[in-house]
């Protein structure tokens, strides 16, 4: 048979037509199928869904209905209606990102393969805040973090007691699984702790004559009284001469701990008298335990504590936040006789 040369043509151009037509076909099945498919998210690139105990399909669907279009919440119901939901799934921190499809957003919620999240702590004084702040970030009981942490078997095997455990908390930020237990949160922050106080921490600490737990608990202290850093290692210097000279430190701060108000503007003879062990008005050395969660600055201070002849500070008449700083009972009287000048002209008497 001889093919002419206008039906080559001819042929040519059914060939491409029907090329054409299978490839547009492609297009649009595949449009259909993404469609039917993909996984929409119209407040942001990323999406975390936190599963909880006795989670449910109806659970996560709470959490994502007014964050993705309803055409997508409709497609992972009838998928999972199609493939079967676990009745419940496993706990943690799913992330859901704008490339996945449903059938992906599937596979990851029921997969148990759940995401670490960041936590952060910082500027927290007790360990309640420490608690309360955990249990809004993660998946724990606050009651159940702080009861470890005032149990004291499970102190004393970390090397604390529930006084000064707050030692052992470093602020800074953290990625842990969102369901992380209170006990494993807690042997986190003991690794932190090891870490952090390294060898050359550690020959520091010693040659000023403190443990890591001593070292945490002055500068505590040392960050009550200032949060101004140029002032932090000359007052952790001050008080580093009064425990070696066998001086009771006389730490308002402590004062304030011990009453429980650490917003008190003026310490009163009353204050003083107060029995408690964070008296350090009536007490010689370090109370029992850090007055709050000393940052990793504070603890720093006074690891490079300035060396210096200073027993005795008061705060400026200029009320700035700044401190006096004097080697003699004398001309501390003379800052103090200042000072309470300045709180007596604004009427602050207690």
């Known amino acids: 048979m001889i093919i002419t040369r206008s ?43 936190y599963v909880g105990n006795h989670f449910d399909l109806d659970s996560i669907l709470t959490q994502i209905n007014d964050k993705v279009p309803s055409a997508s919440v409709k497609r992972l119901i009838r998928l999972s209606r199609t493939k079967g939901f676990p009745p419940y799934i496993y706990t943690g921190a799913y992330r859901i990102t704008d490339d996945m499809n449903v059938v992906e957003v599937y596979e990851l919620l029921t997969s148990g393969n759940a995401s670490p999240i960041r936590i952060t702590f910082h500027n927290l004084r007790t ?17 159940e973090l702080l009861a470890l942490m ?18 052992m908390l470093l602020p800074d930020t953290y990625d842990v699984y969102w369901n992380i237990s209170a ?14 106080w390294n060898d050359e921490r550690l020959e520091k600490a010693h040659k000023a004559g403190l443990s890591p737990i001593e070292v945490a608990t002055l500068a505590s202290i040392v960050e009550e009284e200032t949060n101004i850093a140029d002032e932090m290692p000359v007052i952790a210097g ?32 009353k204050h003083l008298r107060i029995d408690s062990p964070y008296n350090t008005y009536k007490h010689y050395g370090l109370p029992p335990g850090p007055i709050r969660i000393a940052s990793k600055q504070a603890i720093d201070a006074v690891l490079n ?9 008061c705060a400026k008449d200029d009320l700035s936040g700044r401190h006096n700083f004097a080697a003699t009972l004398a001309e501390h009287n003379r800052n103090a006789r200042k000072y309470h000048k300045a709180l007596n002209k604004l009427r602050i008497m207690k």
């Open 305 to 313: 504590y300035r060396k210096s002849n200073y027993i005795y500070m």
């Open 7 to 49: 039906k080559k043509g001819a042929l040519r151009l059914y060939l491409a037509i029907g090329l054409l037509v299978l490839v547009n076909i492609g297009i649009i099945g595949g449009c259909i199928i993404i469609k039917r498919y993909r996984f929409d998210s119209f407040t942001e690139k990323e999406l975390t869904v």
């Open 183 to 196: 006990e494993s949160l807690l042997d986190r922050m003991e690794r932190e702790y090891n870490r952090y």
């Open 238 to 269: 001050l008080y580093i001469n009064r425990l070696r000279k066998r001086i009771p430190l006389q730490a308002d701060p402590t004062i304030k701990f011990a009453i429980g108000d650490f917003g008190v503007k003026r310490i009163l003879k």
């Open 150 to 167: 005032n149990d004291t078997s499970f102190c004393r095997e970390k090397g604390f007691t529930p006084e000064n455990i707050p030692a």
């Open 127 to 143: 360990k309640e805040d420490f608690a309360r702040s955990m249990s809004r970030q993660l998946m724990l009981s606050q009651d």
